[in-house]
């Protein structure tokens, strides 16, 4: 029996349990992995492919394949994961494999057959869509991103020597059928306690939808039974029907894909510079900006560093409406506002408010490139390769960054951008005293540069391991 939309919507209170999936079994075996929960390696490679002309049916002969031999489960990811935690043997090699809309019509697929998102079919390089989210022009991105992308594939493995031994069979493979454009190196990156860090020292991937049982389990016992904020969410803020699936559970989602460089010289300077305007503390002028210290504590809840081993995510700001504490514009809160919606003239109403903003949720699964020593300070060169998964691009990505992280005006008016990812840069309203409204202007350079990027759809594997047995339709 299929899922009913209702099935998506209301979910189990502790979620999905992958070891007793119920009858969500159909579901988490055709849908590809690193979705409802990150993959896990340590280390990736990020492929952009072109298709040769007149290969198309070579080519889905090709995805078919690398489907069947390479790419896994949410099912099959989770039970390697458990036997991981049981027995200590890894999973080894972990692939996805990712289309863009252009991608699609070079295979035969008509625009019927297409999924429909607007954003998607439109590409990152429209210029509707680039000025909508205030990219750079798309004659600076990497030259790599410049191009007209069909598809990606994503490689993983904990033991690089494996990794890129793998990626290199893969990679003379599909030479046959297509063009690599482009190729990113990404790793983990972590700080001396062993925490996942990005370049400029701070926990990442703290705050993140939660769909799997273990992960929501986790996280009640850590952070007091969620009495401050819920990270639950249903399957519609990240999965969409998959148009061509073979099974009636057919499942897949959006990915944006966005190479941010990150100047962390810039960001140490500013930094310092910012504390000795205030007279505080280095630690806690960057917790302004972030929203949280470098070790994960939210700075709304902690004028120092708790150095907790697991960072809590059970927070809000209903103790810190005027933002006393954690600015408005400081980046966590600019991107998740927990609530502060409702707190505006304007507001449906606080509980209306906060169930929107959580629609407007990704879940973001990104990993660190270029400098893997986090004592250096890179100006160019390293940075996050951001990729992010939602049911819909133009209201959860698109929205969160044209809508929250780059107007001056979000939350309030005067706010100033986001700090990190906000575009185009402007100048910021900081505390003159810790605990105070009153502000005054900083003016900076923004700390991260956006390299280039796309969108794209991850597939179930029924249509991926079916895809050369679908006809040709010729393009008119």
């Known amino acids: 029996m299929p899922l009913r939309p209702e099935d998506?919507?209301?979910?189990?209170?502790?979620?999905?349990?992958?070891?007793?999936?119920?009858?969500?079994?159909?579901?988490?075996?055709?849908?590809?992995?690193?979705?409802?929960?990150?993959?896990?390696?340590?280390?990736?490679?990020?492929?952009?492919?072109?298709?040769?002309?007149?290969?198309?049916?070579?080519?889905?002969?090709?995805?078919?394949?690398?489907?069947q031999t390479y790419v896994k489960s949410a099912q099959k990811q989770a039970d390697e994961a458990l036997c991981y935690r049981q027995e200590g043997i890894s999973g080894g090699v972990f692939a996805n494999f990712f289309l863009t809309r252009k991608g699609y019509e070079k295979l035969g697929f008509e625009p019927f057959q297409v999924p429909k998102d607007r954003p998607f079919t439109m590409g990152m390089k429209n210029e509707q869509i680039r000025a909508f989210l205030g990219d750079p022009k798309v004659e600076q991105w990497e030259t790599g991103l410049q191009n007209e992308i069909h598809a990606l594939i994503l490689i993983a493995d904990d033991n690089l020597s494996d990794l890129l031994q793998t990626v290199n069979q893969i990679a003379q493979?599909?030479?046959?059928?297509?063009?690599?454009?482009?190729?990113?190196?990404?790793?983990?990156?972590?700080?001396?306690?062993?925490?996942?860090?990005?370049?400029?020292?701070?926990?990442?991937?703290?705050?993140?939808?939660?769909?799997?049982?273990?992960?929501?389990?986790?996280?009640?016992?850590?952070?007091?039974?969620?009495?401050?904020?819920?990270?639950r969410a249903s399957l519609n803020v990240i999965l969409v029907k998959d148009p061509n699936g073979k099974t009636e559970d057919?499942?897949?989602?959006?990915?944006?894909?966005?190479?941010?460089?990150?100047?962390?010289?810039?960001?140490?300077?500013?930094?310092?510079?910012?504390?000795?305007?205030?007279?505080?503390?280095?630690?806690?002028?960057?917790?302004?900006?972030?929203g949280r210290f470098p070790d994960g504590t939210p700075v709304t809840k902690s004028d120092i560093p708790t150095y907790a081993v697991t960072p809590t995510n059970n927070f809000n700001y209903d103790e810190d409406v005027a933002a006393t504490k954690c600015p408005f514009h400081a980046h966590i809160r600019k991107t998740n506002p927990r609530g502060d919606t409702g707190r505006v003239e304007s507001s449906p109403g606080y509980d209306e408010a906060l169930a929107i903003e959580k629609n407007h949720r990704i879940a973001r699964r990104a990993v660190s490139y270029g400098e893997n020593d986090p004592n250096q300070t890179p100006e160019t060169g390293s940075g996050l390769l951001f990729l992010c998964f939602q049911a819909n691009i133009e209201n959860q990505f698109n929205f969160m960054q044209s809508r929250w992280a780059n107007p001056t005006?979000?939350?309030?008016?005067?706010?100033?951008?986001?700090?990190?990812?906000?575009?185009?840069?402007?100048?910021?309203?900081?505390?003159?005293?810790?605990?105070?409204?009153?502000?005054?202007?900083?003016?900076?350079?923004?700390?991260?540069?956006?390299?280039?990027?796309?969108?794209?759809?991850?597939?179930?594997?029924?249509?991926?391991?079916?895809?050369?047995?679908?006809?040709?339709?010729?393009?008119?």
């Open 409 to 476: 005006r979000f939350v309030k008016v005067g706010v100033g951008p986001d700090p990190l990812i906000g575009q185009p840069e402007g100048t910021q309203k900081w505390p003159q005293k810790w605990g105070e409204e009153e502000t005054q202007d900083y003016s900076f350079k923004l700390w991260v540069s956006m390299k280039g990027g796309e969108y794209f759809f991850a597939p179930s594997i029924s249509f991926l391991t079916h895809l050369a047995e679908i006809p040709r339709i010729p393009l008119s």
């Open 250 to 290: 057919s499942y897949g989602s959006y990915l944006v894909y966005r190479k941010l460089e990150q100047n962390v010289k810039g960001f140490r300077q500013d930094r310092q510079q910012l504390a000795q305007t205030l007279n505080i503390k280095e630690d806690l002028a960057a917790a302004f900006a972030i």
């Open 173 to 231: 493979a599909v030479r046959q059928v297509a063009v690599i454009l482009h190729r990113e190196d990404g790793f983990i990156l972590r700080n001396k306690a062993g925490q996942i860090v990005e370049h400029f020292g701070f926990v990442d991937g703290v705050s993140q939808p939660l769909f799997i049982k273990r992960d929501i389990v986790r996280a009640q016992t850590n952070d007091c039974n969620f009495s401050q904020w819920d990270p």
């Open 8 to 67: 998506l919507i209301n979910i189990p209170e502790t979620g999905i349990d992958p070891d007793n999936p119920g009858k969500y079994q159909g579901l988490l075996e055709d849908l590809q992995g690193n979705i409802l929960k990150g993959h896990g390696r340590d280390y990736s490679v990020h492929l952009f492919l072109q298709w040769q002309p007149e290969q198309s049916d070579r080519a889905k002969q090709w995805i078919q394949d690398f489907t």
